[in-house]
C-alpha cells in the first residue's frame, strides 16, 4: 500500500499562469501599451537588436524595455544610453519570465506613457517558451552561428512565435548555415510564422522589422 501521494501539479501551474496572462493583456488593451516578448539563446544579439529598433523608433513612439537576466545589470545600462525608459529584471536563478513576473515589471516601468513595451526575456530556446507572459506578441532571434538545426531541437519555441528575426546575415560566408532550410522547418511548425533576416550590426534587413513593429502596435491600439 502506498504511505504517500503522487500530485501532477504541472498543468494547474501553468493554466494559473494563462489566466493571469490573459488579464493582464487585457490590461495592456486598455492602457494601449504594446508588450513584444523577445526570446533567443545567449550571445544571438538580442541587446543589440533592442537598441537599433529604440533608435530607428524612439522618435515615432514612446519605448520602454525590461530586461531580464538571472544577474547583472550589463543589458540596462546599455538600453539607458538611448534614453528609452529601462528596468532590469533579476529572476533570482530562474530561466524564464512568467505572467506574474511581467506584471511586476510593467508596474516598476510605468506604462501609462509606454506605447511600446520590449520585454527583453532571459536567453535560452526551453523554459521562456513554456510560459505565456501577457505579451501582445512573441519574438525570437536565431543568429546564423547557432546553426540552422534550431527549429529541429526547440520545436516549442518556433510554434509559439509571431515573428522570427534571423540575425547575423552578415556572417552567412563564414558558417554552414542554410537560410532557407530554416524557412521551411519554422513554417512547417508554424504556418503561420513571420521569418525576417537581420544583421543587428549592419542594419541589413532592419527596416522590415521596424514596418512589422509600426503594423502591430498600430492594430494594437485600435
Known sequence: MDTFKVLEIKQSVFEDNDRQ????????????????????????????????????LKDEMSIGVMEADIDSDVDAQAVSQTGAKVIQLHTGGMC????????QGLIGLGTKEVDFAILENVGNLVCPAEFDTGSSKNAAILSVPEGDDKPLKYPLMFSIID?????????????????????????????????????????EGMDEWYDWIRTEVKKWNK
Request: aromatic share 4%; proline share 4%.
Open 21 to 56: 496572462a490573459e488579464l493582464l493583456r487585457e490590461e495592456l488593451k486598455s492602457e494601449k501599451t504594446f508588450l513584444l516578448n523577445l526570446m533567443s539563446s545567449p550571445g544571438s544579439g538580442k541587446t543589440t537588436t533592442v537598441l537599433r529598433t529604440i533608435n530607428a
Open 96 to 103: 524564464h519570465l512568467d505572467a506574474d513576473m511581467t506584471k
Open 163 to 203: 515573428v522570427l528575426l534571423i540575425n547575423k546575415i552578415d556572417t552567412m560566408d563564414y558558417f554552414d548555415f542554410d537560410l532557407e532550410a530554416v524557412k521551411d522547418r519554422v513554417r512547417k511548425i508554424n504556418p503561420n510564422i513571420k521569418v525576417i533576416p537581420i544583421s543587428a550590426k549592419t542594419g
